[in-house]
């Protein structure tokens, strides 16, 4: 493909408003790049740039973006890249998780990835072309305790990738629409303030945490590139889809060394959240 003209995108990004860590920081960064981004998140996105435009907009909810979506096509454009973003964290264990916890979780980690899809990818399909990029988690792959909510929509978003790819190549015969699926290790942001992991200098060697604008970076590179990927972040995190292939005592080994059953005890929720946009009047 020929060079991305960044001019001519309609960005949607969910869960984009503000401390919301990666995706503010994404939509700030692809405004500068002169293109027209629309932030949908509970939380209005606060910005100067011109190029951003938000929508007042609970991502979880079916009829919230159905009629948000409207408003975009008919203000913005129909949009040309989805980046589905937007995420909750509860951090309970499975029997302290409340039912309503369970349906926020998986609302705005995974069912307001279907409603995105469903609102704007009839769009792409007519153009045959766009990109639509998937923000999970390593943990989707691995686990850890006091996360089986958060790591179960995790899972479901990388599965839903997956399919949407099948079905964009082979039944819907739109090859030229990309997909990108994002797996990070724990994001320095606010929404994991609180998590505590191992303090040694052997540790933060093999287990790093990501910075934000590492991930911004990533996804901008991909969208360049206009091909369809996987991307993982820090490195140790290319390996994590294959643990479950190591024998028992090996798993149980690279989870004590991460120190991921224990990094949540001391979590406490924060006020902020990672998504869920009306236009602001």
Request: with cysteine; proline share 5%.
């Amino acid at each position: 493909p020929g060079a991305l003209d960044w001019g001519e995108q309609i960005v949607v990004i969910t869960g984009g408003g503000r401390s919301s860590g990666v995706g503010e920081l994404l939509a700030n960064t692809l405004a500068v790049r002169n293109v027209s981004v629309v932030v949908l998140d509970v939380k209005p996105i606060i910005t100067e740039n011109y190029n951003i435009t938000y929508y007042k907009c609970d991502v979880s909810k079916w009829e919230e973006v159905e009629a948000v979506a409207k408003k975009v096509v008919d203000e913005i454009g129909q949009p040309t890249i989805l980046i589905n973003n937007a995420g909750v964290v509860q951090g309970k264990l499975i029997l302290d998780l409340a039912p309503e916890d369970i349906e926020q979780t998986f609302g705005v980690n995974t069912l307001s990835h279907f409603w995105i899809l469903k609102a704007f990818l009839p769009g792409l399909l007519e153009k045959k072309s766009g990109h639509i990029v998937t923000l999970s988690s390593v943990l989707g792959f691995t686990g850890c305790a006091q996360m089986s909510d958060y790591n179960a929509s995790k899972a479901a978003a990388i599965s839903l990738n997956r399919t949407l790819r099948w079905e964009l190549d082979n039944r819907y015969r739109c090859p030229k629409i990309r997909t990108t699926l994002v797996c990070p290790a724990h994001i320095n942001t606010s929404m994991f303030e609180t998590v505590t992991f191992p303090s040694s200098s052997i540790w933060n060697f093999f287990f790093p945490s990501v910075q934000p604008v590492a991930v911004v970076k990533r996804i901008i590179a991909a969208l360049d590139e206009q091909h369809s990927q996987t991307i993982f972040l820090p490195f140790f995190a290319n390996f994590t889809p294959y643990i479950d292939h190591l024998p028992s005592f090996l798993r149980n080994f690279a989870q004590w060394l991460s120190g991921a059953d224990y990094a949540m005890s001391n979590f406490t929720k924060t006020s902020e959240r990672r998504g869920r946009g009306s236009k602001e009047d």
